[in-house]
């Protein structure tokens, strides 16, 4: 199984909202990433859990929450989200370590309103 | 600090001709190179990546990347391009410190002509 599997596909949220995105892998790697990608350009790190710890937070605003409750679940948490917050979501999983490739999962569209 | 500058945000080539899309990296130490490609809507996959243990590196659906030191390139190439090709592509290099980060050049739009 060399997947990485995001859930929701598409999520629509009001700038109220409390919403989770979710991200699963089960390859047994050991670090994992958040990425934001807006139309055109490039994907954004914005947090990377290694060993279920929080390792890299790449200056992210605290409306964006991440959380990896065991090594195979990472979740990023949603409130209060603003309309330029609109974007793919994009989670990853790697080996950890120098060299080692991510994996990609299909992301999430998310649309603030 | 390390990173990628992919030249050029637009390639559009006709099929069956050559495919040529440029990265060059800035680093200090050896890199830790890569290829992605992204299909509209869809994540990223990994096309090749650069190991160090050969400069000339093959990866999936016909694409190749030679790492020139003296250059300090990693061009993405393909002999004969596919209406399947059409994507965008982005050249990577991974930081490593207390973990993994991979960071991404700006892109390069792939445009395949009939």
């Known amino acids: 199984d060399t997947e990485v599997t995001q859930t929701p596909k598409h999520l629509v949220m009001g700038m109220t909202n409390k919403k989770s995105l979710k991200c699963e892998q089960h390859?047994?790697?050991?670090?994992m990433y958040w990425y934001k990608q807006k139309a055109k350009k490039p994907p954004e790190l914005m947090f990377v859990?290694?060993?279920?710890?929080?390792?890299i937070n790449e200056s992210v605003p605290s409306r964006f929450s991440p959380e990896c409750p065991n090594s195979s679940l990472l979740n990023l948490h949603l409130h209060a989200l603003q309309p330029e917050d609109s974007a793919l979501y994009l989670c990853?999983?790697?080996?950890?370590?120098?060299?080692?490739?991510?994996?990609f999962g299909q992301g999430t569209r998310l649309t603030v309103v | 600090a390390q990173s990628v500058t992919q030249l050029g945000s637009h390639v559009s080539v006709s099929e069956g001709a050559l495919v040529l899309l440029r990265c060059n990296y800035s680093?200090?130490?050896?890199?830790?190179l890569f290829w992605y490609v992204q299909y509209p809507n869809q994540g990223l996959q990994l096309l090749l990546k650069?190991?160090?243990?050969?400069?000339l590196v093959k990866g999936i659906n016909g694409f190749e990347a030679e790492f020139k030191k003296s250059e300090t390139s990693f061009h993405l190439t393909k002999p004969s391009a596919h209406m399947s090709d059409a994507a965008e592509y982005f050249c990577?290099?991974?930081?490593?410190?207390?973990?993994?980060?991979?960071?991404f050049g700006s892109g390069t739009r792939l445009s395949i002509r009939p």
């Open positions: 990853a999983s790697s080996q950890d370590g120098e060299n080692t490739e991510a994996f």
């Open positions: 390859m047994g790697h050991r670090a």
């Open positions: 859990y290694s060993y279920e710890k929080l390792s």
């Open positions: 680093s200090s130490v050896p890199p830790y």
């Open positions: 650069y190991t160090s243990a050969a400069t």
């Open positions: 990577a290099v991974t930081l490593y410190s207390s973990a993994s980060k991979i960071i």
